[in-house]
């Protein structure tokens, strides 16, 4: 009996009921081009080899996990045989969290980062919608892929390959990979439209907006997957366009790091741009949209 039972919890527990990703290159590339989006809850903050990139490891939920509260949630976590065997809960294993980058921000000197804390800490449910993946440590010899596995490289997003590039390790699945998301959390269940994290944090003045794009180009590794549609290319500069006008209010009303002196003193422009819709006459305005400016 114990045998049956045990071999029904098994195949119980390999059903899509329990099916999730563990790692990013379990994430099949399509996910990517297509901008699929995917259920996870936050665990913790992720080291990045990019000080200024914003990092953090999240768990993909399984549609069983999904509907459990986090009361819930933590209940089965600490039951599961790995806490007892490997002194760690299942869910604070490196080997089963998604490792994600906030797409369009970055990280701040100045910004205390409490309310990010904070949600990592409640281990809040997000949704992560998936854009690109950053793999590290490609080599120079991955440039051999066939055309049907290169397709969705794009050309601009290609790293220059130095002289010491050949020493490197050759692309595969297990070498180091980040997926670049746009994340969204709902504060209670009864919230219609989710919150936009990196918006949030851009807006609190908890984070800046990214000079390099929707993603900055990492110095030891490529961008792979990205989508190259024009109506996603529209959508990124739509979104990064919103991500900078977040910044000016921020600065306007003095939120987070826009509240330190020696933030506006170091971003005169910003400070000059929110001084000049604030103060300058309508004929200035005017003066500026008719000059495109």
């Not at 080291?47 to 490891?57: D, F, P, R």
């Not at 797409?103 to 309310?115: I, L």
């Not at 994340?183 to 219609?192: D, E, H, P, V």
Request: charged share 30%; glycine share 4%.
């Amino acid at each position: 009996m114990a045998t049956i039972t045990a071999l029904a919890v098994y195949g119980l527990a390999h059903t899509p009921l329990f099916f999730r990703y563990r790692t990013v290159s379990e994430l099949p590339a399509h996910f990517f081009t297509k901008r699929r989006t995917i259920h996870c809850r936050l665990v913790k903050r992720a080291v990045s080899s990019n000080n200024h990139a914003i990092l953090c490891q999240v768990r993909h939920l399984s549609p069983m996990e999904r509907v459990l509260s986090k009361s819930w949630f933590d209940r089965l976590m600490r039951m599961h045989p790995a806490a007892a065997v490997l002194g760690a809960r299942r869910d604070e294993l490196d080997r089963e969290l998604l490792t994600v980058q906030l797409a369009a921000v970055v990280h701040n000197e100045y910004a205390t980062g409490q309310w990010w804390d904070q949600l990592i800490r409640q281990r809040t449910p997000v949704s992560c919608q998936l854009m690109a993946r950053q793999v590290r440590n490609v080599s120079s010899r991955d440039d051999k892929t066939p055309r049907t596995k290169r397709k969705l490289i794009l050309p601009e997003l290609e790293l220059p390959e130095d002289s010491s590039s050949h020493n490197q390790n050759h692309y595969h699945e297990e070498e180091p990979q980040v997926a670049i998301v746009k994340m969204y959390y709902r504060s209670n269940k009864l919230q219609f439209f989710p919150v936009d994290v990196g918006e949030t944090m851009v807006r609190q003045g908890h984070a800046s907006p990214c000079t390099d794009g929707l993603y900055p180009i990492p110095v030891n590794g490529k961008i792979r997957d990205a989508s190259d549609f024009i109506r996603d290319l529209r959508k990124d500069s739509a979104y990064t366009d919103r991500i900078a006008k977040a910044e000016l209010e921020a600065a306007k009303k003095s939120y987070g790091m826009w509240s330190d002196q020696r933030v506006r003193e170091a971003r005169r422009d910003i400070v000059e741009e929110v001084e000049f819709q604030m103060k300058a006459p309508w004929y200035k305005k005017v003066f500026r949209w008719v000059r495109g400016g």
